[in-house]
């Protein structure tokens, strides 16, 4: 598949990401000479952070070009997602060059306020596919226009990991960006009054609402709120305060030139000598972070990677099994640069859990009384991993003896074996707290994999001890 990002600053540059290392490959046209230069940044970001959020490999990453003509850039394009700054003449113009040169593809506008009909007004046929900085981590886009070209954009935005939101009327600025302004202008207030400075916002977001906001949203935590009558009497409760003289949200504080200094001043003042990119690096990490957190208990956007991580392709079986394959969080990695070495043994945890439902001791089983104890692990750290870094481990079974498993994990990194990791298992009646044979189904399996595995090579470097020469 092919997409055409035409416009390749802040939000051209997110999308360009999210359609590589989803396997696109992508077209890019700006006339901006440093465009090439940006992308590559964002695009370093994106490596670094979008893999960390599946235990699966994305796809191959696609191939990035750079294109003097818009006409080559769309010619050919499966999508084409226009991201030039925000002027209704500009995208017009834009608009007509791509209508002339994009043949079949879908056409989406990043646009955060303009509504299909405006950009449509002389005779394109886009629809709104409106984003949220940085498009690489964020799933939510909201899709404005044609109800059947929507159809077909959400599913393809769904093959890359994106939450479709059909906006189902056209107003100015959506949904989401309705609400944004809203707040944006009560705050620019709260620093133009001298009530509070541009820091003393952000506490008041990122240290209260702004944490229930990323898993609840407005209304659920409203509900929650309002205790165990819930919204009834939420809204009965606070209602009367909307009456009150709390915002001012409808009058504009006029952006004078003092407006302007002060609030760039103090914002200034509060990033310190942080640069964009490291701000970018750091809010990417934290992103990483909540999301992994929302996937585990499969909430808000955690649902979406967990969904999106489901249709990406097994892995492969070569001779061994591949027992484990995912990529490296940045949040693993310590102040060596590198992956810190209590995470190899989370990996080799993660392969042998892996085994064991190979052999059907799954979580039915254990349910059912029986499972493994790990009594015995050898680790050797052999190569270096990075954030970012695709891992797959191959499990070969080195001995088999009634309750007695030895299994050998090899961590697979992209400059071969990264580290190996030795285990012996034992067979547990989990309610005695003693050691037993595996029952009949288990035991055949286990069988099936040593025969096939104990003419093997034996793995280099098993059964080492520590200091070994
Ligand atoms: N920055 C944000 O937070 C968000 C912006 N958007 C929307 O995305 C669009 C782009 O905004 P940003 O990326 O922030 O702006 P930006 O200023 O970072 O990037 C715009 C890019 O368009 C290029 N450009 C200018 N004229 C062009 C032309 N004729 N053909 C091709 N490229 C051209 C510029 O060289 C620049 O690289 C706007 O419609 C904006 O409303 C949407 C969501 C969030
Ligand atoms: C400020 N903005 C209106 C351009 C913001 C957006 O459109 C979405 C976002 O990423 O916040």
Do not use: C
């Not at 993660?350 to 029986?370: K, P």
């Amino acid at each position: 598949m092919r997409a055409a990002i035409v416009g390749g600053g802040v939000i051209g540059g997110g999308w360009a990401a999210r359609f590589l290392l989803n396997g696109w490959d992508v077209a890019v046209f700006d006339p901006d000479p440093e465009a090439e230069r940006k992308i590559g940044e964002v695009l370093a970001n994106a490596r670094r952070s979008l893999p960390s959020l599946y235990d699966r490999a994305l796809p191959a990453e696609g191939q990035l070009t750079f294109h003097a003509d818009l006409a080559d850039a769309v010619s050919g394009a499966d999508w084409v997602q226009e991201s030039v700054p925000e002027r209704l003449d500009l995208k017009h113009k834009v608009h007509a060059a791509i209508s002339e040169n994009a043949g079949g593809a879908i056409v989406g506008s990043s646009t955060s306020g303009f509504k299909p009909s405006e950009l449509n007004s002389e005779g394109a046929n886009v629809i709104v596919a409106h984003p949220f900085n940085p498009v690489y981590l964020l799933p939510l886009i909201e899709l404005v226009g044609d109800a059947a070209t929507i159809s077909r954009a959400s599913d393809i935005l769904r093959g890359v990991g994106l939450f479709p939101l059909h906006v189902r009327k056209e107003i100015d600025a959506h949904i989401a960006d309705r609400f944004l302004e809203a707040v944006w202008r009560e705050a620019l207030w709260l620093v133009s009054d001298g009530i509070a400075t541009t820091e003393e916002v952000d506490e008041a977001i990122r240290m209260g609402f702004g944490l229930r906001w990323a898993q609840m949203g407005l209304f659920e935590t409203y509900r929650v709120a309002g205790g165990e009558a819930g919204m009834k009497h939420f809204m009965a409760q606070f209602g009367p305060a909307l009456e009150w003289p709390w915002t001012k949200l409808m009058d504009v504080p006029e952006f004078t030139p003092e407006l302007v200094d002060l609030i760039a001043g103090q914002s200034d003042a509060q990033s310190g000598d942080r640069t964009i990119r490291e701000l970018e690096r750091e809010r990417d990490d934290n992103l990483v972070g909540i999301l992994r957190a929302l996937r585990k208990n499969g909430k808000a956007a955690g649902a979406v990677i967990a969904a999106h991580e489901a249709g990406l392709p097994e892995p492969e079986p070569g001779d061994l099994p591949i027992t484990v394959e995912r990529s490296i969080p940045q949040s693993w990695t310590d102040y060596n640069g590198h992956m810190n070495e209590t995470h190899y043994l989370e990996v080799g945890a993660q392969a042998s859990d892996r085994f064991m439902e190979l052999i059907g001791a799954d979580a039915d089983y254990i349910a059912g009384g029986l499972s493994y104890f790990t009594v015995e692990t050898h680790i050797r750290h052999l190569g270096e991993l990075d954030a970012g870094d695709a891992v797959s481990v191959t499990t070969q079974v080195t001995g088999a003896e009634g309750k007695k498993l030895h299994l050998f994990h090899s961590i697979h990194g992209p400059n071969g074996i990264a580290a190996t990791v030795e285990t012996l298992l034992l067979h547990m009646d989990l309610e005695a707290r003693r050691s037993v044979a595996p029952d009949g189904a288990v035991a055949n399996h286990i069988e099936n994999y040593w025969q096939a595995h104990r003419d093997m090579p034996r793995p280099q470097g098993a059964g080492r001890f520590v200091g070994e020469r």
